[in-house]
């Protein structure tokens, strides 16, 4: 599809650098192939947020003392040094790029005259023969042609050497952050950038983009799974850090690349988004060999819309005081909702609607664990309802989903038409009609987190291995000055923010350890709702 100028406004783009680099930012766009609305979304979320919404296209250097130590650190050993630099744009650019990047000593002055310029900061002097190279323009002779006539081409040139159409294909703004900026400084912006993107792009003329799960072409799969259940991990190696996502028995993938000691690089569609991970081949069937119970269903059935089901609403005597009707939906009145746009908003309305609950305060005994079972699954429900996120209490029988499928009517009756999901089964439901009801499965913490952030409702669902058992969901929420989310030494978030009623309430916490991996659950996954 073709980039618009509406798009590049609706994320922040003044009308004035839209009418300078759309042009050029659309024709080297298509060249390049990022013409799919998740790699149109992806790229402009990136080099939005690079650019300081495409004000930024030349690397100011005029740092002060607190500035060099912030930023360049490592090259300023001692505040005494940072003070005979400070404020000398040419001596910063010389010193702290000098000898790297292709780049002379201190003494040759290109550390300041090949500094980063353009929509994504092109830098080095091996960066802009690279670049002259694939633009077959020399701007090494005339680096500042990169800012004043390439600032567009430099990105879609970083975007396409770095291959990360294939990274956005996948969904995958974690690791295009990596790729871009070698950590996830400004993660919780780009991320909100993309979902903007995301939306603009919605909103253009149907017919200019391809459908949703295969955005991307290249998924062609040739493999299945064989076991009951396969974990999706980030890396070829068995660590709770790794894992991804868990892949179900019959699940189509695509071998991209093989891999040392039996691993293999696979393409896999989750919540209608393909993603790249690593299985162990040994545990996929080609499609073409006959596994007689799971052979691949090739002509997918056409899929039932369910009408979304609760007991009756709004009676006065369902309270959070109240330890009957947990069935039911909360009745009390002057309940809080999310109700606003803007991602701020709608977080601080997240988090009064976790105040109003308050699930570890003695009297709200609506949420008091009983003998043998937790409630976490009863304070989801209350949350995503006041959130505006559908999420079921009770969800219809089996007889009850057949009549709707003839298309009868099916009245609403407890324990005959419909019946209560615990957290076990909120953990299929999810799976199985999450996405119809405009649930999304995210594969890391890191992005779960930041879409809590900006006001989404979030959930971190596990299921026991024996089904006896209380599963468990847990809210993932905004973080606040008290409550931050723990990352590792790359900037990854390992453990987030989290309010869960589970035996021991409590309303805002960060687990000391990752409950879900505990050898007590046999699948879990982490979910987020817009």
């Given at each position: 599809?073709?980039?618009?100028?509406?798009?590049?406004?609706?994320?922040?783009?003044?009308?004035a650098?839209?009418?300078?680099?759309?042009?050029?930012?659309?024709?080297a766009?298509?060249?390049?192939?990022?013409?799919?609305?998740?790699?149109?979304?992806?790229?402009?979320?990136?080099?939005?947020?690079?650019s300081?919404?495409?004000?930024?296209?030349?690397?100011?250097?005029?740092?002060s003392?607190d500035?060099?130590?912030n930023?360049?650190?490592?090259?300023?050993?001692?505040?005494?040094?940072?003070?005979?630099?400070?404020?000398?744009?040419?001596?910063?650019?010389n010193?702290?790029?000098?000898?790297?990047?292709?780049?002379?000593?201190?003494?040759?002055?290109?550390?300041y005259?090949?500094?980063?310029?353009?929509?994504?900061?092109?830098?080095?002097?091996?960066?802009?023969?690279?670049?002259?190279?694939?633009?077959?323009?020399?701007?090494?002779?005339?680096?500042e042609?990169?800012?004043?006539q390439?600032?567009?081409?430099?990105?879609?040139?970083?975007?396409d050497?770095?291959?990360?159409?294939?990274?956005?294909?996948?969904?995958?703004?974690?690791r295009?952050?990596?790729?871009?900026?070698?950590?996830?400084?400004?993660?919780d912006?780009?991320?909100?950038?993309?979902?903007?993107a995301?939306?603009a792009?919605?909103?253009?003329?149907?017919?200019?983009?391809?459908?949703?799960?295969?955005?991307?072409?290249?998924?062609?799969?040739?493999?299945?799974?064989?076991?009951?259940?396969?974990?999706?991990?980030?890396?070829p190696?068995?660590?709770?850090?790794?894992?991804?996502?868990?892949?179900h028995?019959?699940?189509?993938?695509?071998?991209?690349s093989?891999?040392?000691?039996?691993?293999?690089q696979?393409r896999?569609?989750?919540s209608?988004?393909?993603?790249?991970?690593?299985?162990?081949?040994?545990?996929?069937a080609?499609?073409?060999?006959?596994?007689?119970?799971?052979?691949?269903?090739?002509?997918?059935?056409?899929e039932?819309?369910?009408?979304?089901?609760h007991?009756?609403?709004?009676l006065?005597?369902?309270?959070?005081?109240a330890?009957?009707?947990?069935?039911?939906?909360?009745?009390?009145?002057?309940?809080?909702?999310?109700?606003?746009?803007k991602?701020?908003?709608?977080?601080?309305?997240?988090?009064?609607?976790?105040?109003?609950?308050?699930c570890?305060?003695?009297?709200?005994?609506?949420?008091?664990?009983?003998?043998?079972?937790t409630?976490?699954?009863?304070?989801?429900?209350?949350?995503?309802?006041?959130a505006?996120?559908?999420?079921?209490?009770?969800?219809?029988?089996e007889?009850?989903?057949?009549?709707?499928?003839?298309?009868?009517?099916v009245?609403?009756?407890?324990?005959?038409s419909?019946?209560?999901?615990?957290?076990n089964?909120?953990?299929?439901?999810?799976e199985?009609?999450?996405?119809?009801?405009?649930?999304?499965?995210?594969?890391?913490?890191?992005?779960?987190?930041?879409?809590?952030?900006a006001?989404?409702?979030?959930?971190?669902?596990?299921?026991?291995?024996?089904?006896?058992?209380?599963?468990?969901?847990?809210?993932?929420?905004?973080?606040?000055?008290?409550?931050?989310?723990?990352?590792?030494?790359?900037?990854?978030?390992?453990?987030?923010?989290?309010?869960m009623?589970?035996?021991?309430?409590?309303?805002?916490?960060?687990?000391?350890?990752?409950?879900w991996?505990?050898?007590?659950?046999?699948?879990?996954?982490?979910?987020?709702?817009?």
């Open positions: 599809m073709k980039l618009s100028g509406d798009v590049l406004g609706k994320l922040g783009v003044s009308s650098d839209v009418d300078r680099y759309l042009e050029p930012l659309s024709a766009m298509a060249r390049y192939g990022i013409e799919s609305r998740l790699r149109i979304a992806h790229f402009l979320a990136q080099v939005v947020h690079e300081g919404h495409f004000k930024h296209v030349e690397e100011n250097m005029n740092y003392v500035g060099l130590l930023v360049f650190g490592k090259y300023f050993p001692s505040r005494t040094m940072a003070q005979t630099y400070a404020r000398k744009p040419m001596m910063i650019g010193h702290v790029y000098a000898s790297r990047m292709g780049n002379g000593n201190e003494a040759s002055g290109d550390g005259r090949y500094r980063g310029r353009g929509l994504m900061q092109l830098t080095g002097k091996s960066n802009y023969k690279a670049f002259s190279s694939w633009l077959e323009e020399d701007v090494v002779v005339a680096p042609r990169v800012a004043q390439f600032a567009a081409q430099s990105a879609v040139y970083f975007w050497t770095h291959h990360l159409n294939r990274l956005a294909d996948t969904d995958d703004i974690r295009i952050t990596e790729a871009i900026n070698g950590g996830l400084k400004g993660f912006e780009r991320r909100l950038l993309l979902e903007k995301k939306a792009l919605r909103d253009e003329p149907e017919g200019l983009s391809t459908p949703a799960v295969m955005e991307s072409s290249d998924f062609k799969p040739g493999h299945q799974v064989v076991p009951l259940q396969l974990n999706l991990r980030s890396a190696r068995v660590a709770p850090t790794t894992w991804m996502a868990t892949l028995q019959g699940c189509k993938v695509q071998i991209v093989q891999f040392a000691d039996g691993w293999v696979v896999v569609p989750i209608q988004t393909v993603r790249e991970g690593f299985v162990a081949e040994r545990y996929l080609p499609l073409a060999i006959s596994r007689g119970a799971f052979d691949p269903v090739e002509a997918p059935l056409p039932l819309t369910l009408p979304a089901v007991l009756q609403q709004n006065k005597a369902i309270t959070r005081a330890e009957t009707g947990r069935a039911y939906p909360l009745g009390e009145g002057r309940r809080p909702h999310r109700t606003a746009s991602p701020a908003a709608r977080a601080a309305q997240l988090l009064k609607i976790i105040d109003y609950l308050d570890a305060a003695a009297a709200h005994r609506r949420y008091k664990a009983t003998a043998g079972s409630c976490c699954d009863i304070y989801a429900y209350d949350y995503c309802n006041l505006g996120a559908y999420l079921p209490r009770v969800w219809w029988t007889r009850a989903l057949l009549g709707i499928a003839r298309g009868d009517l009245p609403v009756a407890f324990s005959q419909v019946r209560e999901l615990n957290a089964a909120l953990h299929d439901w999810l199985d009609h999450g996405p119809q009801f405009g649930w999304y499965r995210e594969v890391d913490l890191t992005t779960l987190q930041a879409a809590a952030d006001g989404e409702v979030c959930l971190l669902v596990a299921r026991r291995n024996d089904p006896n058992l209380a599963g468990q969901i847990a809210l993932v929420v905004p973080q606040q000055d008290e409550f931050q989310a723990r990352h590792d030494a790359a900037g990854r978030v390992t453990r987030p923010v989290q309010s009623a589970s035996g021991k309430n409590r309303k805002y916490t960060v687990s000391r350890s990752a409950w991996l505990d050898d007590h659950y046999q699948a879990f996954a982490f979910w987020r709702h817009p």
